[in-house]
């Protein structure tokens, strides 16, 4: 869901929502965009109590190349939580030459994320802890999980202030219609992967009517029971990794060939590895937090292989890429935290899914971003504002939903169940690897830009191999 991972309250009108509107862009050239503009737009952070003060939302836009065809503005949010939509845009990401031709494609940073102010800031350190163990087996375990939870976030809500308390995908999705206000739009259209598909179909729900095309790919189904939404996830990645694997074993590409993945791969995460990134033994959760995240890229295969081929040695490649190590993970545990509560109630809840989980995934039970969000919130110190409900979609034109069959972060369940409170919304499915069809198919990619220009989904059942 980092890629690049539901309207039940009441939003406040549009009109509670005082948008600076930044229509004066400032040019921000990169080497890869050298026509790229930034702005802002100025929020609440809370919409109820507007004395709260604002939050300022960071903007880049890059404008339409065919200006006498232009269709409007294309938002991008690349998931998370806590990706930076501002420089997935300014530093070459959209590629394709029909959207950059017919769009303003325009990448914002949420609430709270990266170029946004306040930032969410924690403490350096990250709110991972190899000394507490994310699957504890005792009740002096769980408690000292719980606690230190506690302390990640309350230290989190001193360096970041009231915003911490409002960073939820709700509050996030009404300040995209500010963001819409600000550009001048009567309707947006929309590419979100990953997280950026509960955004997106945040933002649906709440104002269907500002909506003129939306791609949600990677698709997160916001109102699943969190045990079931941890227990499918974890399969999901057992799943690409075992693929991985059978192809690692009889594949000359792969560092490892010829041997027994999985069994070199358990031997490797059950022992930890010295990696000279972190100066000590990485441990198994780290290792294999490391391995999801090259699974997250089909062609990323090679590259896993010697990582893991590496790690014999020397595991720092496998530990560059863990999401306890991002820069970013402070974010992506509040944001989460607020949409995301852990479901355990204490350890013997926790052990009883913990348990089913190691069942389905036999190998990679020790890191999988539902388990995180529900071990790694357990004990978080604000209220979720935002926790699992549906996202139901009424009166939106037709939306395009993206799944895959082997998808390691959002299984193709989550696709079918979000396109399902989706009314009119078609399922576009993937037969290939990897995280998200943006990322991994070709075929995707081209539904998705011919709906985004065109408005018209693909035929019902499209299948993508």
């Excluded at 170029?115 to 991972?128: E, Y």
């Excluded at 600000?182 to 709440?206: C, D, K, M, N």
Aim: a negative charge.
């Amino acid at each position: 869901m980092k890629l690049i991972a539901a309207a039940v309250l009441l939003f406040l009108p549009l009109l509670a929502v005082p948008a600076s509107a930044s229509t004066t862009w400032t040019p921000c050239p990169t080497s890869q965009e050298p026509t790229a503009e930034c702005g802002f737009v100025d929020v609440p952070i809370d919409r109820a109590h507007p004395e709260s003060g604002t939050t300022r939302l960071a903007m880049v836009r890059l404008p339409a190349t065919d200006r006498a065809h232009r269709i409007g503005s294309l938002l991008i949010n690349p998931g998370g939580p806590g990706g930076s939509g501002v420089g997935y845009t300014q530093f070459g990401a959209i590629t394709d030459p029909v959207l950059r031709q017919r769009f303003d494609v325009v990448g914002f940073d949420p609430r709270g994320v990266w170029f946004s102010k306040p930032t969410i800031t924690c403490d350096p350190a990250q709110p991972a802890d190899p000394s507490v163990s994310r699957f504890p087996s005792t009740a002096t375990e769980f408690t000292a999980l719980v606690e230190h939870n506690r302390a990640v976030g309350e230290t989190c809500l001193a360096k970041t202030g009231p915003l911490l308390g409002h960073v939820d995908t709700l509050s996030a999705a009404e300040d995209v219609d500010a963001i819409r206000v600000a550009l001048g739009e009567q309707r947006i259209s929309w590419l979100g992967v990953s997280y950026g598909t509960e955004f997106g179909a945040a933002y649906a729900a709440a104002h269907p009517d500002h909506v003129r095309t939306m791609v949600l790919d990677g698709a997160i189904d916001h109102g699943r029971p969190p045990r079931q939404s941890i227990v499918e996830e974890a399969a999901a990645t057992e799943d690409s990794l075992v693929r991985f694997a059978s192809w690692c074993r009889t594949s000359t590409e792969c560092a490892l060939h010829g041997q027994d993945v999985l069994a070199y791969y358990d031997n490797l995460v059950a022992h930890g590895a010295w990696s000279s990134g972190l100066g000590r033994v990485a441990d198994g959760e780290e290792l294999s937090s490391g391995v999801y995240g090259y699974l997250y890229v089909r062609d990323q295969w090679p590259a896993l292989g010697q990582a893991l081929a590496a790690a014999s040695t020397d595991a720092a490649q496998l530990t560059s890429a863990a999401q306890f190590f991002s820069p970013s993970y402070g974010m992506y545990r509040a944001i989460g935290c607020q949409d995301f509560p852990s479901p355990f109630t204490g350890i013997a809840d926790l052990r009883t899914t913990a348990a089913v989980v190691k069942t389905v995934a036999p190998h990679s039970w020790r890191y999988s971003e539902w388990w995180d969000f529900a071990s790694g919130c357990a004990g978080w110190p604000l209220p979720a504002r935002n926790p699992p409900r549906p996202d139901r979609v009424h009166g939106a034109p037709p939306i395009l939903v993206v799944g895959g069959a082997h998808d390691p972060a959002t299984p193709l369940a989550w696709a079918r169940g979000l396109a399902g409170d989706v009314d009119g919304s078609v399922l576009l499915t993937r037969l290939d690897d990897g995280h998200t069809g943006l990322l991994n198919s070709a075929c995707a990619r081209a539904a998705e830009t011919k709906y985004l220009v065109s408005g018209l989904t693909p035929p019902r059942g499209t299948i993508c191999r």
